[in-house]
């Protein structure tokens, strides 16, 4: 049972913009923190930015402050990722997760549902 799925990755020039959707369905639409993370090649999966569904309080990690936003829309069950001013350094895969937790969690294992990722490629 499909439960995330993530789109809108591509290629890109340094200085664009991108948008990411994630579509969520099953449990994985009723999570209380709905989360993005990145995994560029031969590095660890890495937290990105969260928003929650009940007030949509976000966090974002220290590298991408300022440039991504994160939004959500509660009754399409999607939660989207606006990135901008894009860096060959962000490059990766961008996962879409769910998570019942509370609070601001940004550990991978602290997730239950996650899509299926979806490539972004900054070129230089």
């Known amino acids: 049972q499909v439960q995330l799925v993530e789109s809108g990755g591509g290629l890109v020039q340094a200085g664009g913009s991108l948008r990411l959707s994630c579509a969520a369905s099953?449990?994985?639409?009723?999570?209380?923190?709905l989360g993005w993370f990145r995994q560029a090649p031969g590095k660890e999966r890495m937290f990105v930015s969260l928003?929650?569904?009940?007030?949509?309080?976000?966090y974002y990690a220290d590298n991408v402050k300022g440039r991504f936003t994160i939004s959500r829309d509660n009754a399409k069950n999607t939660v989207y990722l606006q990135m901008s001013s894009l860096k060959p350094e962000d490059t990766a895969v961008y996962y879409c997760a769910s998570t019942y937790g509370i609070g601001l969690i940004t550990a991978p294992n602290d997730y239950a549902y996650w899509g299926q990722g979806t490539q972004v490629t900054v070129s230089s």
């Open positions: 928003i929650t569904r009940s007030d949509g309080t976000t």
């Open positions: 099953g449990r994985a639409s009723s999570a209380y923190v």
